[in-house]
Every structure is written in C-alpha cells, then in structure tokens.
Antibody, heavy 118, light 107 residues
Framework: EVLLLESGGGLVQPGGSLSLSCEASRFAFGTYALSWVRQAPGKGLQWVSA????????YYADSVRGRFTISRDNSKNTLFLQMSSLGPEDTAVYYC???????????WGQGTLVTVSS | DIQMTQSPSTLSASVGDRVTITCRAS??????LAWYQQKPGKAPNLLIYKASTLESGVPSRFSGSRSGTEFTLTISSLQPDDFATYYCQEYNSDFRTFGQGTKVEIK
C-alpha cells in the first residue's frame, strides 16, 4: 500500500515561512507526479501546486504563485513545499497526493496542519 | 481557469435512498473528472476516475456518468458508511480544480 507522510506543519506568524515535507514509500517515487492540496478549517479542497515526476515542471495556483515553491528529491523519496509570506488565508491542512498514471489523485497523505496567526 | 460548480452543497437523505450529486465544468474537460469521498478528520479517498471508472475496492453502489460538461455521482442505495462529503475534481488542466463539495447528511 502506498504511504505518504507529511510533516513540518505548525504555528507561524503572519509574514513568516515554513517548509513542509512529504515522505513517500512503497512505490516507485521517481515515476509519479505529485501535488499539494490544502483544506482550510471547515472548507473545501483547494489544489495548491504540482510537480512532474522528474521535477522539471512545476505548477501553482494563482493564490500561492510567487510565495510557495514545490520541489522533490527523488533520491530521498521526498516532496517539499517551501512557503513564504504566509497569511491567515494560508491556514489549512496540507495534503500531499500522488498522481496516478491516468492523472487523477490515487493516494493521499494524512495531512499536516499549518496555522498562520500572531 | 476551469470552474467546477458542484450541487447541492448539502443533501439530507436516509439509508437506502438513491442519491445524485452533480458537477458542471465551465468548459470541456472531456472525461477527465474524478470523485472523492472525505470523512471528518480524514484525507479524501478516490471513488471514481475518468468520469465513470470505479476505483478498485469501491462498492458498486457508487457510479459516475458524464453528459457533455455535466457529471453525476450516484449512490444507488445509501449506506451508513456513505455519510460524508463528496468532491469532484477536473484533471484536464494543470490546475486540478475541485468542486465546492457536497455534504451528505442523515435525514
């Protein structure tokens, strides 16, 4: 069974930065694209960012472009999300998700909570 | 950007009811649509992809269909485990837009 384990969430002040990680196991990490998806408290799902299997192509939602950076280390089976200039609107549970070979999301991590507050 | 309009936002139903949730795309996405189920405090779980293909292990009471840019998730006979929130998601674009979600509540 695919395993995705997010970490790095926590409390950060407005304007601050935070880095999330998603450690993967039980599949060929370097052959799958991955995304970050977030969910604000009591709200719906919002796609945040995606990265191709080789890391060469990255994509961002308009709301985070220029502030967030997605990356991956295929040698360590780990996905990253570097977040900066954080605001209260970035408060959410952040999930990493694997893109299937048919491009939908077939596996999700359990999520890590990011709280932006003074 | 593609917009996904999901309805209703809340649905009250009883065990055994037939339930239908609709998602409309603002432009053509072919059949590149998935449905997910999410329970409180848990990650989403894939139900259906490519509009109508049932994910392995998902009960056959779940089905999906497409008519143009309108997509439907149907639960043929609602079970106690099905009370949850359901989301559609397009994956035709690079932005993977989700619908707003439909909460299925106990009537």
């Amino acid at each position: 069974e695919v395993l995705l384990l997010e970490s790095g969430g926590g409390l950060v002040q407005p304007g601050g930065s935070l880095s999330l990680s998603c450690e993967a196991s039980r599949f060929a990490f370097g052959t799958y694209a991955l995304s970050w998806v977030r969910q604000a408290p009591g709200k719906g799902l919002q796609w945040v960012s995606a990265i191709s299997d080789d890391g060469r192509n990255t994509y961002y939602a308009d709301s985070v472009r220029g502030r967030f950076t997605i990356s991956r280390d295929n040698s360590k089976n780990t996905l990253f999300l570097q977040m900066s200039s954080l605001g209260p609107e970035d408060t959410a549970v952040y999930y990493c998700a694997r893109h299937s070979t048919a491009f939908h999301f077939d596996s999700w991590g359990q999520g890590t909570l990011v709280t932006v507050s003074s | 950007d593609i917009q996904m309009t999901q309805s209703p936002s809340t649905l009250s139903a009883s065990v055994g009811d037939r339930v239908t949730i609709t998602c409309r795309a603002s432009e053509s996405i072919s059949s590149w649509l998935a449905w997910y189920q999410q329970k409180p405090g848990k990650a989403p779980n894939l139900l259906i992809y490519k509009a109508s293909t049932l994910e392995s292990g998902v009960p056959s009471r779940f089905s999906g269909s497409r008519s143009g840019t309108e997509f439907t998730l149907t639960i043929s006979s609602l079970q106690p485990d099905d009370f949850a929130t359901y989301y559609c998601q397009e994956y035709n674009s690079d932005f993977r837009t989700f619908g707003q979600g439909t909460k299925v509540e106990i009537k």
